[in-house]
Every structure is written in structure tokens, then in C-alpha cells.
């Protein structure tokens, strides 16, 4: 189920960086205050060419360290993990709402889109941001309830082994929660169980992807397609940030989820390439890209409302909430104060890079 689900995802994800620039480009533009420009002399370009490519390697680098540092440079199992986990979480729900919802907003309630319904007075980013929440909320309910089901099922053909008759069979079976909770092999439900919460920990941390990789491309298109060198500039040092930052909190956790190290590659280089991918696709449609097109502002207004709706459910549900209601932190006030200090510095920083980007 697990590689049905991954190859869907990476297919969607494909699809979609295939069609924008194809939906941005068929757009024509007109000659009104929507029509948007890419003018510039030819030296402008050619300088802004070289720090687009700066741009390029920068955010590369940036997302590569940042998703590394808390999956091979950090313990799992130490407090100090528990206040990364912590400032991973503020940095994704500022993320969500700082970042991500306030561009939706802006492109869904454009004058571009004109008044007619629903493109008028009706709130579309917040419905898109609520539908992506609820999808996600039921996509972890049906997937965790398919993985719960099959472990039931296998424990139920596994239990009644024995080899010594039907009397010591039914003595097994009837006994499989004693013998668990003793250590015993016989229908053991610890180790599915374990298997069943490392299983969701994978799907979280997969969905938790989609959503942050989608922002990427979106603000990586946006460096790539801006003919102005000192707009460009400013948003190098931003992006490279907002990369760094939102990888450390990804890499948090992949590092929790206990992927294989394969896995760990593929998805580490996932999403480190986002943002440098949207950087090409930017360069490439520069031309003939319209941010204020009707089409654009579609397009991007939906997938950002959609993101972070997926990012500030997951931020709250899925990493905030589980962590400050772990026995370990509520045993302890100091871990509780660090936690909570480790929060709201994740979210301010993060918050902060919205002044340039």
C-alpha cells in the first residue's frame, strides 16, 4: 500500500509540474492593468539570468542541509530532539498560515478574477484551505484504519500456532494478551503495533512533503520568471532561508518516521529540488508567464490554499499536539517550558522571513 500510495503522490506531484506552465503560458496577455510585463533591456536580463542561477544553487544547498541536519545529525531519543520536533512544528504552522495563506488570498481575491461569482466577496481561499484539511484528516483515517485492519487480521491467522494440540492451540489464543504483556512470542501484539504506529509516522511525514513541496515550486517559478534585479536579490537571501528552515522541519520528521535510507534519499532529494526545479520552470516560461493572468492566479491561488490547509492541520494534529502531550513532556516542566520556547521561536523566525519572501 505504502509504494501504491508514494508512486501517486510522485505522479500527482509530476503532473502538476508539467501542466502549470503549459495552464500560466496559454493565457494571453492583454494590455490592461492585469497584463503584467517582462520587459527589460537585454543587459538587465542577462544580469538577472546570473543571479537567478546563484539563486538556483543556493536553495539547493540550503534545502539539502536543512532536511540533513535533524535525520543524520541528531538522536531521536534525546530531549534536545524533542525541542527540534518542536521548532520543526512552529516553523511549518507559521509556514501555513504566515507564508502560504496570505499568497492564496492575495491571488483568489484578485481584481484580475473580476467580481462575478465566486470570485467576488466569497471566501474561496478558506475553502479550499478547509476541504485540503478535511481530505488530509481522511486520508490519515482510512489509510491508519486499512493498516489497523490488516495487522488485526494477521494477528488473528497467526495467533492459534502451537504444536502441541488443539487444548494447548486454544490455551494460545485465548492467552495472546497475557503472553504479550508478559514478553512472550506467542501472538505478540507489540512489535505490529509498533509497526502499525511507524506506518503512520510514514504517511504523515509523505502527505507533510506534498504540501511543503508545492509551496516550493510555487515560490521558486515566481524568483525564476521576476525580470528585476533588485527584486530578485532580497528574495535569494529570503528563499534560501525559508528553505533551510522548512527542510529542518521535514527532516524532523522523516528522521522520526524510520524510513529506510533509500527512502530517506529520495525523499530528502524530493524536496530539495522543488524550489531549484521551480526556479528552471521559471526561467524557461519567463517570457511568456503572466502572473496576473486569470489563469495564474487560479492556479496558484488553489494549490497554496490547498497547502496550507494540508500544512496547518498536519502542524497542529500531527506534531504539535502529540508533542506537548507526550508523557515525557508533561512529566517534566522544564521540557514543557523548552518545548513551548522551541515553538514559538520556530514560528517567529519563520514569520520573520515574510517581511522578504
Known sequence: MMSRFRKTLISAFVLYLVILPLLVSAAEEEENECGGSNGGSAGEKATALKYKIIAFFSILFAGIFGVCLPIFGLKSESNFFM?????????????????????ATESLTSPCLGEEPPWGDFPMTGLVAMAASILTMLIESFASGYL???????????????????????????????????????????????????????????????????????????????????TIKPLIAAITFHQLFEGFGLGGCISEAKFKVKKIWVMLMFFALTAPLGIGIGIGVAEIYNENSPMALKVSGFLNAAASGILIYMALVDLVAPLFMNPKAQSSMRIQVACSVSLVLGAGLMSLLAIWA
Open 83 to 103: 525541542f527540534v520536533k518542536a521548532f520543526a512544528a512552529g516553523v511549518i504552522l507559521a509556514t501555513g498560515f504566515v507564508h502560504i495563506l496570505p499568497d
Open 148 to 230: 489497523n485492519r490488516s495487522r488485526l487480521a494477521k494477528e488473528g491467522k497467526t495467533l492459534p500456532v502451537s504444536t502441541g494440540g488443539d487444548k494447548e492451540e486454544h490455551a494460545h489464543t485465548g492467552s495472546a494478551h497475557t503472553h504479550a504483556s508478559q514478553g512472550h512470542s506467542h501472538g505478540s501484539l507489540l512489535v505490529p503495533q509498533d509497526d502499525h504506529i511507524d506506518m503512520r509516522k510514514k504517511i504523515v511525514t509523505q502527505i507533510l512533503e506534498l504540501g511543503i513541496v508545492v509551496h516550493s515550486v510555487i515560490i521558486g517559478i515566481s524568483l525564476g520568471v521576476s525580470p528585476s534585479v533588485s
